[in-house]
């Protein structure tokens, strides 16, 4: 397997640190709005790696955090008259709603900045006693840049001085206008955690590092995960930080492995609330299955910028849809999944650093073949085993095909409308058994007013949208 590794800016073979373990570990949201697209891309990004990584037979333990203290946070409890835990337990449900709605598998870890605060207390004064972070006569708790000799090696930035970070965390007692804070002083009044430093909050990059040194790392490992992911908007200041306190406070390096996603844009628009232009992750699933959008946002490869279009979503839905017609076509068919040649094929593509449009190409090439072979006469029963275990591999490793290929069709028609339509077709088939055929056809005529189709199968009556 190899990954790109945004730290060497090289595509590297993947070896983890322990034989047949793989340790992930990938920056979550801050659960103080809904979640955009940008998340989304994120999300299913790594739920992809996590699924690739298994399929070549590692045992992954994958962590993904909570940021559950931030000022934004607080501001909008203040804005909504509300408290801090309404505000985030509201938007981590929905933020795991809209996940699932995805196909995003939980992370097997998820710990919040709330449940890791000794953590975090424990780094900040390892920092301090080995002289990577000093006390402000406010109380603020800064980590010395200038003491870190690897400092800006990952993002591979040239440090000017006056830096974009200098402009985030503006204080005239930093040593260093690109020190950073590990606990901000809070004496307004406002949400604070009693710590060792004073009445505070802690640094938005301490979480991460903090919680990874919690869950994940050995303290006799060289490095404290195998990989480290995150959109591409991280890699400074945030990772770049994240770096130097793990290195400076242990006796390893973060990871092993850098891994970042690309951008999401609108109609070529650089996605920024700022500009006024967010799409929320919930009004896309309003439109789209949600299983529309996790192909649609995995159609392009996890490290080019991707750009949101209508256009380009129907066109990934038509492709989509020719895997479920396929699935249609073998629908109620049953048996022992076997390995295939097309399976070795997907996974080889897909552990080329997550080639998903190499990928792509030989699930167009399975369908065109399954069509093939089934529209030839005869009963093709070894080549439906076969065509039956691909189109399984292909739902567990890429989360495609996962529905009923019937309901899948159905997407569009509002709750309301399906309730109404089971019924008539329940109906209808009470009054085939009673033989009553008038009464069938009325009631079919009335089914296909809602502009649908009906398939009667061994399996059942179906309906579909047209």
């Not at 994958?62 to 946070?73: F, G, Q, W």
């Not at 649609?296 to 895997?323: C, I, P």
Request: aromatic share 10%.
């Amino acid at each position: 397997m190899f990954i790109f590794d945004s730290a060497r800016k090289e595509k590297r073979e993947f070896i983890p640190q322990n034989e047949g373990k793989v340790t992930l570990y990938v920056c979550g949201p801050t659960v103080y709005d809904d979640a955009h697209l940008g998340h989304a891309k994120s999300a299913l990004v790594f739920d992809l790696l996590t699924r690739v990584l298994r399929a070549h037979g590692y045992e992954v333990t994958y962590a993904r955090n909570i940021t559950d203290i931030d000022d934004k946070i607080i501001k909008k409890a203040r804005e909504q008259n509300k408290k801090i835990s309404e505000i985030t337990t509201f938007y981590t449900s929905s933020f795991h709603a809209e996940m699932a709605a995805l196909g995003v598998q939980r992370p097997d870890i998820e710990p919040k900045a709330t449940e890791s605060l000794e953590a975090m207390y424990e780094m900040i004064q390892k920092l301090i006693d080995k002289g990577h972070a000093y006390t402000t006569p406010s109380g603020d708790v800064y980590f010395d840049t200038s003491s870190d000799s690897g400092y800006l090696s990952l993002s591979k930035r040239v440090q000017e001085e006056n830096d974009k970070q200098n402009r985030v965390e503006s204080s005239e007692e930093k040593r260093n206008s690109a020190d950073f804070a590990l606990w901000k002083s809070v004496k307004d009044g406002s949400v604070t955690f009693e710590s060792p430093f004073g009445l505070g909050r802690p640094g938005w990059h301490l979480e991460c590092s903090a919680m990874i040194e919690k869950h994940l790392a050995s303290s006799h490992a060289e490095y404290a995960v195998d990989i480290h992911g995150g959109g591409a908007d991280l890699l400074f200041p945030h990772h770049e930080n994240e770096a130097a306190q793990t290195r400076c406070a242990t006796n390893h390096a973060l990871a092993a492995y850098w891994m970042h996603n690309g951008f999401v844009n609108i109609d070529g628009e650089k996605m920024s609330k700022s500009l006024g232009n967010s799409f929320f992750l919930k009004d896309a699933l309003k439109i789209y299955d949600g299983e529309v959008l996790r192909f649609y946002l995995l159609g392009t490869h996890y490290r080019s910028n991707f750009n949101f279009n209508t256009q380009d979503l129907e066109a990934s839905k038509k492709r989509l849809d020719k895997l479920y017609r396929v699935k249609k076509r073998l629908f109620g068919l049953t048996g022992e999944e076997v390995a295939t040649a097309f399976q070795n094929e997907l996974l080889k593509a897909l552990g080329d650093d997550l080639n998903i449009s190499a990928a792509l190409a030989l699930i167009d090439e399975l369908i065109n073949k399954i069509n093939e072979t089934l529209d030839t006469p005869g009963k093709h029963k070894e080549f439906k085993r076969e065509a039956l275990s691909n189109l399984a591999y292909i739902e567990r490793v890429l989360g495609f095909g996962v529905q009923n290929p019937y309901e899948y069709f159905q997407s569009g028609v509002d709750e309301a409308t399906k309730a109404k339509l089971a019924e008539l077709i329940e109906k209808r088939s009470e009054a085939k058994k009673a033989k009553d055929f008038a009464a069938s056809d009325a009631i079919r005529d009335q089914i296909l007013a809602y502009g649908v189709q009906i398939m009667d199968t061994p399996q059942g009556t179906f309906w579909e949208k047209i």
